[in-house]
């Protein structure tokens, strides 16, 4: 077998032009405040990104860039500004944080009807409980519509995540089991993963490790997610060994060009969901 590829990039770009039009029937433009603190080269591309497409689309994106030694209580005295500014739809603050930065503290300040994240614990609980109302995580948000558009129905399916992080793993296997599938965690000190993976119809990884998923560890036939990005002589590699995956599995992401093109078309979609709610419950009240 050799697998049929996702096409994240192309499947992302589909996303974002229907997301476009429905913009530009918008009254007003949605605004995404993007905040920054610190000059770790990979944040300041990715938030660069986020806003050149936030942009593309019709929004109003601005990244606040703060230096490294800004102290804790004037980030969060620009978040709560931010949270009390109603031209602003929707806050990301940039992860990772600098050490002497609470990330937990800073994620609970956002308001959770701009939390476009979905990292705070008011909709990781309301995610957690299937509730609709949640705003969810971009990257997980982004592997459902994957999978789904690959698949169709994931009732019954067995999925194996790697990985149990609170942007990725956590968040998924929550989806996922609101979708019916039977979903297993795997973390660093799982005994025997292949022995997992070997029994899973999708298999996630989002561990960091450098193509650790290889083609004995998988049955026939099965659908692979790589959340992967590691960077090794300046050349991207997922968590997938994808040369030998690609003769097993039925699907596999690429990367680059999977998953990560999903995580920013659907952290817009979280936006445009943001301003809709907050300009409705205006109309309401
Ligand atoms: N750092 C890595 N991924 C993410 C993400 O999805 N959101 C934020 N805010 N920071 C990140």
């Known amino acids: ?137 971009a990257t997980p948000k982004g592997i459902l519509y994957l999978l789904e558009h690959s698949i169709g129905d994931l009732s019954g399916k067995h999925a194996v995540i790697i990985g149990r992080s609170n942007i990725v793993g956590r968040p998924l296997a929550s989806l996922l089991l609101n979708r019916h599938c039977t979903v297993t965690v795997a973390h660093s000190k799982t005994v025997d993963l292949p022995k997992l993976t070997q029994q899973a119809d999708i298999v996630v990884a989002a561990c960091g490790c450098s193509q650790m998923v290889k083609k004995d560890w998988l049955k026939e036939g099965a659908t692979v997610i790589d959340v992967g990005i590691n960077r090794i002589d300046n050349k991207l590699f997922g968590d997938v060994d994808f040369d030998d995956v690609k003769e097993k599995a039925a699907f596999i992401t690429p990367v680059p060009g999977g998953v990560g093109p999903m995580t920013i078309a659907m952290l817009l979609d979280n936006t445009y969901q943001a301003y809709l709610n907050q300009n409705n419950n205006l109309k309401k009240g």
């Open 1 to 137: 077998m050799t697998a049929t590829i996702i096409d994240g990039k192309l499947i992302a770009e589909n996303l974002r032009n229907l997301l476009a039009e429905k913009i530009a029937a918008l009254p007003n433009k949605p605004y995404l405040a993007v905040v920054l603190v610190g000059n770790d080269p990979a944040s300041i591309i990715y938030d660069r990104n986020k806003q050149k497409a936030a942009q593309a689309l019709g929004m109003v994106c601005d990244i606040y860039h703060l230096p490294e030694e800004t102290p804790e209580e004037d980030l969060l005295e620009l978040i709560g500004r931010l949270n009390n500014d109603r031209n602003v739809n929707g806050i990301l603050v940039q992860m990772p944080l600098p050490k002497h930065i609470s990330s937990a503290k800073v994620i609970e300040a956002i308001a959770h009807e701009k939390d476009v994240d979905g990292f705070g614990p008011y909709n990781a609980g309301l995610l957690h409980e299937n509730d609709p109302r949640a705003m969810i995580a």
